[in-house]
């Protein structure tokens, strides 16, 4: 999935047990679905999910 730019505490699907993520390290396979794009090194500048309009946009 890639490299993370943050360190993160997620709750492992099988154990429940909350589990840190270290940034620069490689998200395993078990926790993709529980870490966003926006999350990982070098994904910052366009995140894959938004809300609401996009910066700039002046339409109503």
Not at 14 to 22: E, F, I, M, R
């Amino acid at each position: 999935m890639g490299v993370l730019a943050h360190t993160l505490i997620v709750r492992h699907p099988d154990t429940l047990v909350a589990t840190p993520l270290v940034a620069g390290s490689e998200v395993p396979d078990w926790a993709t679905s529980l870490v966003d794009d926006a999350d990982l090194d070098g994904a910052n500048a366009e995140p894959k999910r938004t809300r609401g309009r996009k910066a700039g946009d002046s339409s109503t």
